[in-house]
């Protein structure tokens, strides 16, 4: 859980960026000081002024800054793109003006097709945002409540909202190697919050202390049967060894042959358990253990 001076010293080292701390108080609903006057030519200035117009729902002066900034043609080495406070802003100024989306989309377009997988994952997101497919498990969803806090409207997903909340207070801060989802995830949490009665929030901290109680155990029964393969491989062996020589001398040289395939793969499965790969093992039982119990951490 992100401690209240965690997140205050945090959102505390933007407040000289203007268009970083300019966006923390628009999503959060508290005032924003801004320029009298705009260079267009600039993407910073362009997001707060749609910033402004949004806030003052001024549709006129949004088109004259839209019409602006999409002259300019999007590349994969146009820096601007991937300013995701930028693009974020406009798509919800587009969306709540309805504003021909085209453009945006073609920005989107070149976005899904990064290396960077956080980066698709966003571009994801504003593509589902503008198609209104607002439900979709392949998103960020944090960003989809943000969005939807912005455009006045109210999720009805309460199994997307209670999971996002489970995820993100689950994790350590900061979530991400990214400003922008870490800044957006803090104000999904406090939307959730707000959203929802106490008892609602009390049973959530409880359903959380459940899904870590559940991890710790799920492992300590992969473990547990790890080390049972384990101990049924080394009582089998023993077995042989003494059943052998319990053999009359005819059937000797036939269990010879046997014995020594047998041997072979076991002592190469023994070694491979017990000296090569007992991580992998353990988290791969895990895995069947959680799955056989119907729980997917990615639903």
């Known amino acids: 859980m992100v401690l209240i001076k965690e997140k205050s010293n945090y959102l505390g080292r933007f407040d000289e960026d203007p268009l970083v701390s300019g966006f923390i108080n628009w999503i959060s609903n508290k005032k924003i000081d801004l320029p009298n006057k705009y260079n267009f030519s600039n993407a910073n200035n362009i997001a ?26 999007p590349t994969v080495q146009s820096d601007w793109i991937y300013n995701d406070i930028l693009i974020f ?10 504003i021909s989306v085209v453009w945006l989309n073609k920005i989107i377009e070149i976005r899904l097709s990064s290396k960077d997988k956080i980066s698709r994952l966003i571009a994801q997101t504003y593509s589902d945002i503008i198609d209104d497919n607002l439900i979709s498990k ?7 409540l943000v969005y939807l ?9 309460i199994d997307l909202m209670n999971k996002t909340y489970l995820e993100l207070t689950s994790s350590k801060f900061p979530f991400y190697n990214n400003h922008f989802l870490d800044i957006v995830s803090l104000r999904a949490i406090d939307i959730i919050t707000i959203s929802k009665g106490l008892d609602d929030i009390v049973q959530l901290e409880q359903l959380k202390i459940f899904f870590k109680t559940f991890e710790r155990r799920c492992l300590q029964c992969s473990i547990a049967l790890y080390w049972s393969v384990f101990l049924i491989i080394v009582y089998l062996g023993i077995r042989i060894g003494i059943s052998y020589y319990d053999l009359d001398q005819n059937q000797t040289q036939t269990a010879n042959k046997f014995l020594s395939i047998f041997s072979f793969l076991g002592g190469s499965g023994f070694i491979f358990l017990y000296l090569m790969n007992k991580k992998l093992i353990t988290k791969k039982i895990d895995k069947i253990v959680k799955f056989i ?7």
């Open 48 to 73: 707060l002024a749609t910033i402004q117009y949004f806030s003052e729902n001024n549709r006129a002066e949004f088109i004259k800054c839209y019409k602006q900034i999409s002259q300019r043609e």
């Open 89 to 98: 802003i406009l798509i919800c100024a587009a969306k709540k003006f309805q």
């Open 138 to 144: 392949n998103n960020q969803y944090c960003l989809i």
């Open 149 to 157: 806090e912005m455009m006045n409207k109210k999720t009805h997903d």
């Open 293 to 299: 119990w119907g729980y997917n951490k990615k639903d």
